[in-house]
């Protein structure tokens, strides 16, 4: 074999651990954290008065987990298993969430976890916005109007995020493919090679 055709051997398998790199990485969830201390629990999911976060994620971008370390304070008569967030898309498509199911009692608990969302086939994309859209909300309101049902008194929640690979990327991976696949057209075969 001569040196060139050693050379683009090399630059072939280059290209394809290159391509292969580069996918592994976008194929890697990001983690978006967000602290909720201070948030108050106001209403049903809906109200005007319940605190809403937005975070811009990237259009297309996937939500695949959610990690929870948190400490939630239910004001009687409302419980602790009341106490809700709804993570979505802008238009509303996506999980709630409640931290402390089965807890039919008021008072103060910590809570933490991890859910895989794949797992239970509850993972969802966002849309062209790119917008997570974060509401804490109660299941029932219990108490007057303008009095919170709780607080989310400290704690971060992380969620996986799977991103869509930016259009340079994708064209990386199409530019080693094809000159992969242009090495091997090269290459003579075995039966012309005698």
């Given at each position: 074999m001569t040196a060139s055709a050693h050379v683009k051997r090399f630059s072939a398998a280059a290209a394809l651990c290159a391509a292969v790199l580069v996918g592994t990485a976008q194929a890697s969830p990001a983690y978006v954290t967000v602290e909720v201390s201070g948030v108050a629990d106001m209403d049903e999911r809906g109200a005007v008065s319940n605190i809403v976060k937005a975070l811009s994620l990237g259009p297309g971008a996937s939500i695949e987990s959610l990690k929870w370390d948190i400490?939630?304070?239910s004001y009687g008569p409302s419980y602790l298993s009341e106490m809700q967030l709804t993570f979505s898309d802008s238009l509303?498509?996506?999980?709630?969430?409640?931290?402390?199911?089965?807890d039919d009692f008021e008072g103060t608990s910590h809570y933490a976890g991890f859910q895989d969302l794949r797992l239970i086939l509850q993972?969802?994309?966002l849309g062209d916005d790119g917008l997570l859209r974060l509401e804490f909300h109660d299941a029932f309101k219990d108490r007057a109007f303008d009095e919170p049902e709780g607080m989310w008194d400290f704690g971060t929640l992380t969620f996986g995020v799977s991103t869509v690979p930016e259009p340079q990327v994708l064209a990386l991976v199409l530019s080693g493919l094809l000159s992969l696949r242009a090495v091997a057209r090269r290459r003579p075969s075995q039966a012309q090679r005698g």
């Open positions: 400490q939630l304070t509303g498509n996506g999980v709630t969430f409640t931290p402390g199911g089965g993972q969802f994309p």
